[in-house]
């Protein structure tokens, strides 16, 4: 059974800072990994999609990574901005067609 | 080329009334996908739907939970007689076709209370 964790379940970093969010997964039998951003009380945005054969995506001050292997992913964010401040979603698609979630990383950038 | 429509936003029901949750799939979009995300949790599968047909409903619970998606119109998510731990935010996903090779997309959730 896939499961996904995010670890930290909480990140605070001042403004200006790079980060990483860390996204593991159990079952390396994933079709793709996806990146969502949460904002509060509201829905989802999709920031980047890595298929399994590919290892990276990039877009704008964002970069994903993928290691499928080792059941990883890291979402680096370069020169962190207070807009920033979101719930950051991590999702695995299996080739049984349905997305798993992790539970997300909740991210504040210090002004 | 609008998104996914979730109405209504926001619901607020008591204890023991119905819920009916609608999602509008974006155009040309034939699969429905419906997600719950209970407070500090993550989204979870429910139901996925195409048009009349339920494809696969394995996250479902098993009683007062049923979801519908016409040939005409939104899908329907409803959940009779609401409990207090029905309270979540309900998102729907629409994809143009089934199978992994077809992105989903995400609506806005409708966030349901049971007061």
């Known amino acids: 059974k896939q499961e996904v964790t995010q670890i930290p379940a909480a990140l605070s970093v001042p403004e200006g800072e790079n980060l990483v969010l860390n996204c593991s997964f159990t079952d390396s039998a994933i079709y793709n990994l996806q990146w969502f951003r949460q904002d509060p009380g509201k829905g989802l945005t999709s920031l980047l999609l890595?298929?399994?054969?590919?290892r990276e995506q990039t877009s704008g001050r964002l970069n994903a990574s993928l290691d499928k292997s080792s059941g990883r992913s890291t979402l680096y964010i370069a020169a962190s901005q207070p807009g920033d401040s979101a719930t950051y979603l991590c999702?695995?698609?299996?080739?049984?067609?349905?997305?798993?979630f992790g539970k997300g990383t909740r991210l504040h950038i210090l002004p | 080329n609008a998104g996914v429509m979730q109405n209504p936003r926001h619901l607020v029901r008591r204890r023991g009334q119905e819920a009916r949750l609608r999602c509008s799939p974006m155009?040309?979009?034939?699969?429905v996908y419906w997600y719950r995300q209970l407070p500090e949790e993550g989204l979870k599968f429910m139901v996925y739907?195409?048009?009349?047909?339920?494809?696969?409903e394995s996250g479902m619970p098993k009683e007062r939970f049923s979801a519908e998606f016409p040939k005409e119109g939104p899908s329907i998510l409803r959940i009779q007689q609401v409990v207090r731990g029905d309270s979540a935010a309900y998102f729907c996903a629409s994809s143009p076709g089934g199978g992994v090779s077809y992105e989903q997309y995400f609506g806005p959730g409708t966030r349901l209370t049971v007061t």
């Open positions: 739907l195409q048009k009349e047909n339920i494809i696969d």
């Open positions: 155009k040309g979009h034939s699969h």
């Open positions: 890595i298929q399994s054969s590919q």
């Open positions: 999702a695995v698609l299996n080739r049984d067609d349905k997305i798993i």
